[in-house]
């Protein structure tokens, strides 16, 4: 067979000149068939799936990439969102018009961040914008932060990450009225300096409220958890030593010295960060049914969840919802983990326990939005983040909440992941901007 792809290594950009070329694919191919026609303007493949006939992008690119989406809200001032770590897009604005570049990659090497500033540059010219002020996340760490912070202009506004999330999908239906937002993903900075990525809030493009989150629980060893699904595991174990005997096969097959060190960073408090995170919960779940306990490539534990439950209509087992003493409540799912382990060693078939955990989490999702709506008196919800690139979460969560009479907005133009993160700063930034303007 004839395989025709983007030439790159992983977390590297395109190669874009046959002597770039030659030197840095050596080793992914047999031969080269050259062109003298270099590539001007990286763009990667676009990858979208089907979900009940519906578009959802995984990665928008080639093909889509620069279209410009419109903004509800005029910005007054020419502006450039920065977007985030991972997935990185950026934004130009002038007016009402959005310009979402082509998915960059995660900023994580110099080579990234030459891909970054030659994509900033190309679009600037291109639709001659030079913008006044720059838009970032709240992270401190991020690379991204960093270029926003240094960039020559006259103001810097930073969006927290979720509320992008949520203020991405409001301005691609052109809402500007408050929603209740469902933003499920691996990792955002919080408010609190903890991990953030379960989180349902009460959110308008000017700012928002934390209604409600998952239990937080440590990552033993931080980062290294996102590549170990059995450390995330850990730390939920961790919260009910009691529990322990439904996590075994998280374990099996990891170094007894490593599973020993990791508990002890957990102990002490060492790089065993606090995380609500829905996309580390779904990893925790893969690694006790003892599907995953390692992945090779990001959300590699929660797609083969996913793949494993197929189209099963699942049973909601066990879980707790909490008030948080702050008027909003905290989803406990450590019931669920311990039923999810304890079945499957008594012979329950992975497949039907994945298919339990979806109807759970998406049963739970639901009863949080539905307590959330109550509250704030909110009918329309808004479902983003990474985890509901899931179809299955998707499904179940939105057609649920739609057959209850609320209205469900979930992304279309850009993917739920962090790629449409710049949208959602420049659509909140701007906002903030006309407000400001019109005081």
């Known amino acids: 067979p004839l395989v025709m792809t983007s030439g790159n290594i992983s977390d590297e950009p395109i190669a874009t000149g046959n002597a770039e070329a030659l030197v840095r694919l050596r080793t992914l191919a047999d031969g080269f068939l050259l062109h003298d026609r270099d590539i001007i303007s990286r763009y990667d493949d676009s990858v979208v799936r089907l979900v009940d006939g519906h578009p959802i992008f995984l990665r928008r690119a080639r093909g889509y990439a620069p279209l410009p989406l419109d903004l509800p809200v005029a910005s007054p001032v020419p502006l ?14 002038h007016g009402r018009r959005a310009y979402v570049s082509q998915h960059i990659g995660d900023l994580e090497n110099l080579e990234m961040l030459e891909h970054f500033q030659t994509t900033l540059h190309r679009l600037r010219r291109l639709f001659d914008i030079d913008p006044q002020v720059a838009v970032r996340d709240h992270h401190p ?39 209740i937002g469902v933003a499920y993903d691996g990792t955002g900075y919080g408010d609190d300096g903890k991990v953030w990525g379960a989180e349902i809030l009460e959110a308008d493009l000017l700012g928002y409220r934390r209604l409600a989150h998952l239990t937080y629980a440590p990552l033993p060893g931080g980062d290294r958890a996102v590549r170990a699904p059995w450390r995330t595991a850990l730390g939920y174990r961790s919260l009910d030593h009691g529990a322990a005997a439904a996590f075994a096969l998280a374990f099996r097959g990891v170094d007894p010295a490593e599973l020993e060190l990791a508990g002890r960073q957990i ?173």
């Open 80 to 93: 450039v969102a920065v977007g985030p770590h991972l997935k990185n897009t950026l934004t130009l604005v």
């Open 141 to 179: 760490g991020y690379l991204s932060t960093r270029v926003a912070d240094e960039f020559d202009c006259s103001r810097v506004i930073a969006i927290q990450h979720h509320h992008a999330h949520v203020a991405a999908v409001m301005a691609e239906y052109g809402r500007t009225e408050p929603v």
């Open 267 to 439: 102990d002490r408090g060492i790089n065993s960060p606090m995380a609500s995170s829905m996309g580390r919960l779904f990893d925790a779940a893969s690694a006790v049914l003892g599907l995953r306990h390692r992945v090779r490539y990001e959300g590699q534990a929660a797609m083969e969840l996913e793949a494993v439950a197929g189209r099963r209509i699942g049973s909601e087992l066990p879980y707790r919802l909490e008030d948080d003493g702050a008027g909003g409540w905290v989803l406990d799912p450590l019931p669920l983990l311990v039923t999810l382990g304890e079945r499957r060693q008594r012979g329950a078939e992975v497949k039907d326990l994945a298919a339990d955990f979806h109807a759970t989490v998406a049963a739970a999702t639901v009863q949080l939005v539905l307590r959330a709506g109550d509250a704030t008196g909110r009918r329309t919800v808004v479902l983003s983040g990474g985890v509901f690139q899931n179809a299955l979460l998707l499904r179940l969560v939105s057609t649920d909440l739609a057959a209850r009479g609320l209205d469900v907005l979930v992304p279309r133009a850009l993917s739920p992941n962090d790629g449409a993160i710049s949208y959602g700063q420049a659509a909140a930034a701007a906002a903030m901007l006309h407000r400001e303007s019109a005081a």
